[in-house]
């Protein structure tokens, strides 16, 4: 299990007074509340992976946490994109940096569906998986390296063309980068 450092609990208590103002917030409902909550969302674990001084990763948000159109029970869909490990790397566990992203979520309340993946593993899954595959159509950058997720973006939705026989323009529609 990863340590929760006070900090973290700080954050942890932040997010979930976070969401139930905006629960409470008679003014905040319909798509505002998606965004209002996403932002949320995204600024905790943004700070958390600051705190984690790693460079080369990036938080993914996916499905209806990605187009910020969460409600008060959605669940938060997230990923963590890892680098391959370098040709004579080994490779990291992560499981430790991740737990310590998905504590607070789940400290807070929220239910999350949540991985550690390289783009490959991701591609992997998704060529063989639907709702991998479709879940990756809805993607958008929280933290960490921009690029890392653009290729992810761009590799997803060849990915989709390729398995459903169109080309990738054909995609962009259904919320995919090309």
Known sequence: MAHRSPLDQDLTSALRAGR????????????????????????T???????????????????????RELCPGSDVDVLLLVPAPGRFAKRRDWRPMAERLWYPLWDAGFVTGHSARTIKECLALAADDLDAR??????????GD?????????????????????SPDALVGCGATP
């Open 20 to 43: 139930d103002a905006l629960v409470l917030d008679t003014t905040t409902r319909g798509i505002d509340f998606g965004v209002e909550l996403s932002a949320v969302i995204d600024g």
């Open 45 to 67: 674990l943004a700070a958390i992976l600051t705190r984690t001084a790693v460079e080369d990763v990036c938080i993914v948000a996916l499905g209806s946490y990605a187009r």
């Open 134 to 143: 479709t879940a990756l159509l809805d993607i958008r950058f929280v933290a």
């Open 146 to 166: 921009p690029q890392l997720c653009e290729e992810l973006a761009v590799r997803a939705t060849r990915c989709a063309a390729r398995c459903c026989g169109e």
